[in-house]
Every structure is written in structure tokens, then in C-alpha cells.
T-cell receptor, first 116, second 119 residues
Framework: DGGITQSPKYLFRKEGQNVTLSCEQN?????MYWYRQDPGQGLRLIYYSQIVNDFQKGDIAEGYSVSREKKESFPLTVTSAQKNPTAFYLCASSTPHRANSNQPQHFGDGTRLSIL | GESVGLHLPTLSVQEGDNSIINCAYSNSASDYFIWYKQESGKGPQFIID?????DKRQGQRVTVLLNKTVKHLSLQIAATQPGDSAVYFC??????????????????FGSGTQLTVLP
């Protein structure tokens, strides 16, 4: 079935360590997104990518980095510069934006990152 | 700043009753709205969407109403079932010229309403 796969489901980070969260989609979507969700809150955009080899900062990009070398993949690295990384991370994708048409974002099942 | 908010953080309904979840938005330039359902430990699941040139759209057991005059969005769930228990988010897509020519949409999410279906 087509969908978005995030791995791992749970991840633990040690002090000063970088960790990378995987996101793969087989929906043939051009656009991909990373969100952070804290308890009892909505989603906040970290980074997004409109096409391969292109990505843009979202609202809370500090302490994170991404790459988009393949259409199917959009990994997120949580760096040691992110001082409060404990959260639920969600990856999404969507078809290309077209004026006056609907393109909802479709989400993976997330990775929960905790600090050791 | 711009925000998408919900009137009530929690909502409890009896099984079989209809549910109404409300959402207020403040960006009059938004042209697209989406409702998502999120179950515990999972990612948001698309329910229904609506464009700003419509005021009502129906799906299977769900209806979204859009009132642009008062910047209000609602999700109606008919004959609520136990499986409907989840957090429901509304999201809006404010027009942002910086990416209007690209393929991505930036969504602004509300904080969510927890729907609990009582037996």
C-alpha cells in the first residue's frame, strides 16, 4: 500500500549527540514536510521541501537539518544545538500545489524522541 | 500574530449522538482548510477539506462548515461511534507569496480538541 513510513518509532538521544529520523514515501509526492508536536499542542513546521535538492526552513528550524537527495526520502537530523528535542516528530507529504485545487498533507505515524 | 484556535479543548458525547467540533481562524487570506483526526501515538489522518469558495462540504458521516464572515470552521460527525474518539485538528493554509509558486503548502494547525465518546 502507498504511504509514508517513519522510523524508528522511538528514539533516544544522549547529550551532545546528533540523531537522524527517517521518512520515506511511495506516494510519488513532490512536497515533503517535517513537523514537531509537543504534548497537548498542535503541529509546528520545522522544514519543508518542494522538490528534490530543495528545502526551506519552517517556523522552528533552529537546531535541525534536513536533506532531500531523493524524491522518496526526507531525513531530519536533530542536532546537539536543539536544546529541547523531546517531542513527537511527524513527516508529511503532498502532491504539488495547484491553484484552486485541494492537496491535503498525508502523515506518517511519527517518531517519538526522548533524551537520556 | 495569526492563529488557528479551537473553542473547547475537550468534548464528550454519547455514542450515537452527533458531534460538533469548532475552530476559529484569524487569517482572512486563508483559502483552504483541512480537518485531521489523530489517535494516540499515531500521525494525523485526513478527514475532510474545504476551499474558501465553498461553505459546506459533506463526506461519509462528516460535514465541514465554513463561515468566512466570522472566520469559523466546524466539523460535524453524525452518529458518533467509539472509534471516533481522538484529537481533532483544524488546519488552515494562509496564502504565503514566498511559496505561492512552489509545490508545498504551509499549514497552520490549531491545538486540537479531544473528543471522547461515552458508551
Amino acid at each position: 500500500d502507498g504511504g509514508i513510513t517513519q522510523s524508528p518509532k522511538y528514539l533516544f538521544r544522549k547529550e551532545g549527540q546528533n540523531v537522524t529520523l527517517s521518512c520515506e514515501q511511495n506516494l510519488n509526492h513532490d512536497a515533503m514536510y517535517w513537523y514537531r508536536q509537543d504534548p497537548g499542542q498542535g503541529l509546528r513546521l520545522i522544514y519543508y521541501s518542494q522538490i528534490v535538492n530543495d528545502f526551506q526552513k519552517g517556523d522552528i528550524a533552529e537546531g535541525y537539518s534536513v536533506s532531500r537527495e531523493k524524491k522518496e526520502s526526507f531525513p531530519l537530523t536533530v542536532t546537539s544545538a536543539q536544546k529541547n528535542p523531546t517531542a513527537f516528530y511527524l513527516c508529511a507529504s503532498s502532491t504539488p500545489h495547484r491553484a484552486n485545487s485541494n492537496q491535503p498533507q498525508h502523515f506518517g505515524d511519527g517518531t517519538r524522541l526522548s533524551i537520556l | 500574530g495569526e492563529s488557528v484556535g479551537l473553542h473547547l479543548p475537550t468534548l464528550s458525547v454519547q455514542e450515537g449522538d452527533n458531534s460538533i467540533i469548532n475552530c476559529a481562524y484569524s487569517n482572512s487570506a486563508s483559502d483552504y482548510f483541512i480537518w485531521y483526526k489523530q489517535e494516540s501515538g499515531k500521525g494525523p489522518q485526513f478527514i475532510i477539506d474545504i476551499r474558501s469558495n465553498m461553505d459546506k462540504r459533506q463526506g461519509q458521516r462528516v460535514t465541514v462548515l465554513l463561515n468566512k464572515t466570522v472566520k469559523h470552521l466546524s466539523l460535524q460527525i453524525a452518529a458518533t461511534q467509539p472509534g471516533d474518539s481522538a484529537v481533532y485538528f483544524c488546519a488552515e493554509n494562509p496564502l504565503r507569496p514566498s511559496i505561492s509558486s512552489g509545490s508545498a503548502r504551509q499549514l497552520t494547525f490549531g491545538s486540537g480538541t479531544q473528543l471522547t465518546v461515552l458508551p
